[in-house]
């Protein structure tokens, strides 16, 4: 049954679903409840005034919970747009995503549209990308817990990305140093760099690190 307020004997009904548009206009007007009620349920703000605080929440709880549908499955395919294969996702697009994710509410239709592949993310549903989004994000923490000796976890941490933002290193700038590294320093090796698999990638990096850390203790036991 679906969610219906009646207010001044006008009905405003809670909708099944919302767009990566409609999503981005309530996150950034989530700052203030009242606000977010009547973006959600395209309500005037003077309606929303007069609501008592219970029927407020109530109605804040269901907004979130179409917003963050967790019950759905994962959605492989929607129109125009396939689900990109985490196994075998190229370094670039994981930068891509990266840089993405730092300043995620302003940045979520960029993340759908590179997780898919997808021209117009906005017309997007969120019942349809939103869980991917979610399982993405879950695979990208267990990635970077699997290769923890690369990488400090300082700029991933799960944490509200408003208050995180301006307090933890800029991502681009991590991973063009990291890129520079795999390009031999040599900036026309970047483009080749960019399109090989990230796994591939990442282990190349362990295992040069693990080289240079060899050959540092080497020396230094020559010195001693």
């Known amino acids: 049954m679906a969610y219906t307020l009646v207010i001044d004997d006008c009905e405003y009904k809670l909708p099944l679903d919302y ?10 007007a989530a700052i203030n409840p009242d606000f ?6 395209n309500m005037p703000v003077d309606k929303v005034d007069i609501m008592p605080e219970s029927t407020k929440t109530m109605t804040l709880a269901l907004l979130n919970s179409v917003l963050k549908p967790s ?14 294969d985490f196994d075998t996702i190229t370094l670039g697009d994981f930068i891509d995503l990266e840089v993405y994710i730092d300043n995620y509410k302003k940045n979520f239709p960029e993340i759908i549209g590179k997780l898919y592949n997808h021209d117009s993310p906005l017309e997007c549903f969120i019942s349809q990308t939103q869980p991917a989004v979610e399982y993405y994000l879950k695979w990208r923490m267990l990635l970077y ?23 933890r290193e ?9 890129v520079m590294v795999l390009s031999d320093d040599k900036f026309l090796n970047m483009d080749d760099v960019l399109n090989k ?8 990096l362990a295992w040069h690190k693990d080289k240079k850390m060899k ?8 010195r001693q």
């Open 197 to 204: 698999p990230l796994i591939q990638s990442l282990n190349w």
């Open 71 to 84: 019950w759905m499955g994962l959605t492989r395919e929607i129109d125009n747009g396939k689900l990109i």
């Open 36 to 41: 977010m009620i009547s973006v959600g349920m």
């Open 145 to 167: 817990k699997q290769y923890s000796n690369l990488f400090a976890m300082s700029h991933v941490d799960d944490e509200d990305d408003d208050i995180q933002q301006g307090k």
């Open 215 to 222: 050959e540092a203790e080497l020396l230094r036991k020559q």
């Open 19 to 28: 767009t990566v548009k409609q999503w981005v206009d309530m996150s950034t």
């Open 170 to 178: 800029n991502p681009a700038r991590i991973w063009f140093d990291i």
